[in-house]
Structures are given as C-alpha cells and as structure tokens.
C-alpha cells in the first residue's frame, strides 16, 4: 500500500518564475492538505481540498492557488515566486475532509534563487 | 487564533533518560491534539493523538495527556534510546476547523549513546 507520494524531490527556480507540485494521497484517502515548512518552524497550513473544493485556507496569498482531481490527487501553484516561498512544501492526505489520521508525504523543497 | 506553543530546543539526552518536551496550546474550540516525528530527510509521522479531556494518547513508549485546565499535552518517555533523535511537533486541530491543524515550532531531540 503506497504511502503518499510528492513529485518533485527537489526544485530550483527563480525569482517571479511560477511552479506546480504534486501529490498523491494515501489509498482510501479523498482529502489532501498543503503545508509550507520554513527551515527550523513547524508546518503552516496552506489550504486543504476535499471532494475536488478548495475547504480551508490559512494566511497564503491569492499567488498560492491548488487543484484536486477526481482521482484524489492534487496540485499546488505558485506563482510569481519570492525568495520566501523557499521551503519544504508538504501534503497530506485524510478522509472526509478531517485531519485527525492524517498522513504526511516526504515533501519537495523548493529553493527560488 | 489557534497557536500551539512547544518548550524551545534543541533537548540532549543520554541513552535511558527520561524525556519531557513541553507543549501549550491556545484554542477557541475543543481542540483535538497531536504529537508529530519528523526523522531526518522525512515527513512527519503522527506519533499520538487525544481526543478529549483527559485521554492520554501513547505509542512506541511515548505518551501525552490531554489537560485541558492548564491548556497542556506534554509528551514524556521514560527512557529514550539513540533512535528517538528527531525533531518532535506538538499540533492541534479545532474540532469546528476540522480541515486545519496548527503546529508548534518543533523540538530538536538528540540522544547519545
């Protein structure tokens, strides 16, 4: 049973360029969460989608928009990159929409130059 | 708003030494809790959880009590081996924000052999 995957691993871009990451959510799960994980802080919370709608959202610019597909896994954009959107972006996936078994991908760290 | 607040680090330990790492949180609901491990080079694993008052939530030696009085969910074990060294979130989900967890800023665990 595969876990939740995030592609890419790592990334480079740079200033003002625009960028998708991926994620495919734990089998059985239809809920995916983005967080971005700045270097020594704790995950912030990004926006969750749940039945393909954007559910929640914290305090991220209208610059970071998502996407979920019928088959569960989503996508997050950013656009217009700033040298602090630099860090550890990371999903996780849950059922119905809650976050109390929630399972967190491996991340991909975005570094914009 | 939400914010969960965790004893600074980095904490050193020897091998069999007791651990406590301290969490406080501010909520405006009911909040469910969690302790995340986020091991070198990973994501975060979900190491326990409580529900309620009073429940204690526990996992691989780890354990956490829920005190809602003081606003508190410790996590204490009672003798750490070398494996343990991670870095260690304490986190909460208000039952009313159920698509959102808060994080603390993690704890840096290092046990030496």
Known sequence: DAGVT???????????????????PKSGHDTVSWYQQALGQGPQFIFQYYEEEERQRGNFPDRFSGHQFPNYSSELNVNALLLGDSALYLCASSSGGSVHEQYFG??????VT | GDSVTQMEGPVTLSEEAF???????TATGYP????????????????????????????????ATYRKETTSFHLE???????????YFCALSDQGDAG????GDGTTLTVKP
């Open chain 2, 32 to 63: 469910s809790l969690f302790w995340y491990v986020q091991y070198p080079g990973e994501g975060l694993q979900l190491l326990l959880k409580a529900t309620k008052a009073d429940d204690k939530g526990s996992n691989k030696g780890f354990e």
């Open chain 2, 19 to 25: 651990l406590t790492i301290n969490c406080t949180y």
């Open chain 1, 106 to 111: 491996p991340g991909t760290r975005l570094t």
């Open chain 1, 6 to 24: 995030q592609s890419p691993t790592h990334l480079i871009k740079t200033r003002g360029q625009q960028v998708t990451l991926r994620c495919s």
């Open chain 2, 100 to 103: 959102k967890s808060t994080f």
């Open chain 2, 77 to 87: 074990k009672g003798s750490v081996q070398v494996s343990d060294s991670a870095v």
